[in-house]
């Protein structure tokens, strides 16, 4: 199996790794508008082209998977290329610059035949597996609310993550999709109902917002808090770490463990981890993308579950600028 890349910088490297421990895969092209960051992508992973545009690399042809690491105003133009190419896509998180552009993605796909995967990595963690699986057990009983994080604290993003124009919005769409996501599979992936949002930007001076609380109301009953933020003084847990209640006992990611009335199961994970976000957990993404591929097998998380996710997302940001609960259909 031959995979390119697009984009060159810190996630694309992730990516490309999880790619060589793969077996019978090969590192074959990198589309990268900075001939520099190309030329040391290509030259770290011996990948033997590099190419401007992604219309550049279906050109030549001979590519039967791309990954796409660039800003988010080019997922939706990358992936449609590739995806009516036949070529199958492995897209980064936020799938798009906003829900159309998701649908869209998803239409591609869906017409062509290719596979689009998104990349919510956090579907592949060991620990959320294992609290999913007490969930799909019953251990918990009806899951009545979640809590969860995507903030970073004493820390945030600069370049485009940081300009409207190119991201489309910031540490909501940034970093609360991977909170959002996880609790979303948590659940068995209900539909939104609706969304309530409060977003802001009170720590830094970008153009997008570095604070959120977002409430939503899920088909069955369930209702998720999510706070999303860059550069937060204090966070309450690591990135995708969420908590469930139950009505029979309450679980959590990191530390994980659920607890009832009379007993605490503690599957033994070390907390803190030394790698919050390990390359295994990458490898494993990489390695399920790639058995779809080969068994013909849709994703999942798919275009399906990345467009609901930015469906919500854009009704947080309506939310935001009308102050009022917005109805997802």
């Not at 492995?90 to 035949?113: D, F, H, I, R, T």
């Not at 919510?120 to 251990?139: A, S």
């Not at 109902?193 to 917002?209: F, H, L, M, P, Q």
């Amino acid at each position: 199996m031959k995979i390119a890349f697009a984009g060159a910088g810190y996630i694309i490297n992730i990516h490309a790794q999880a790619a060589k421990v793969q077996r019978n895969v090969e590192l074959v092209g990198v589309v990268e508008k900075h001939p520099d960051k190309a030329k040391a992508l290509a030259q770290k992973f011996s990948i033997k082209h590099q190419f401007e545009t992604v219309e550049q690399m279906l050109e030549l042809g001979g590519v039967d998977a791309l990954v796409i690491g660039t800003p988010n105003y080019l997922h939706a133009s990358q992936s449609i290329a590739a995806l009516r190419a036949g070529v199958h896509v492995m897209v980064e998180k936020p799938m798009a610059m906003n829900a159309l552009e998701a649908y869209q993605m998803l239409e591609a796909s869906q017409k062509s035949g290719a596979l689009l995967m998104v990349a919510h990595c956090w579907r592949f963690d060991p620990e959320v597996l294992w609290l999913q699986k007490q969930v799909v057990l019953g251990r918990l009983g009806k899951i009545i609310r979640t809590k969860g994080y995507g903030v970073h604290a004493l820390w945030g993003p600069s370049g485009w993550f940081t300009e409207k124009k190119y991201a489309g919005g910031g540490a909501m769409a940034d970093m609360g999709i991977h909170a959002l996501d996880t609790a979303r599979f948590l659940l068995g992936d209900p539909q939104p109902k609706s969304v309530y949002a409060r977003i802001g930007t009170y720590y830094t001076n970008y153009d997008v917002d570095d604070t959120g609380i977002l409430i939503v109301n899920w088909d069955g009953g369930a209702v998720s808090y999510i706070e999303s933020g860059w550069l937060q003084p204090h966070t309450d847990g690591p990135e995708a770490a969420t908590q469930l209640y139950g009505d029979k006992a309450f679980g959590q990611l990191f530390p994980t463990y659920i607890q009832d009335q009379s007993l605490k199961d503690d599957p033994g994970y070390n907390f803190p981890r030394v790698e919050h976000c390990p390359q295994s957990l990458y490898n494993d993404q990489m390695t399920y993308f790639i058995q779809c591929i080969r068994e013909h097998r849709t994703p999942s998380p798919g275009g399906i579950e990345g467009w609901i996710n930015m469906k919500v997302i854009d009704a947080a940001y309506e939310s935001k600028n009308t102050g009022k609960v917005i109805m997802v259909e």
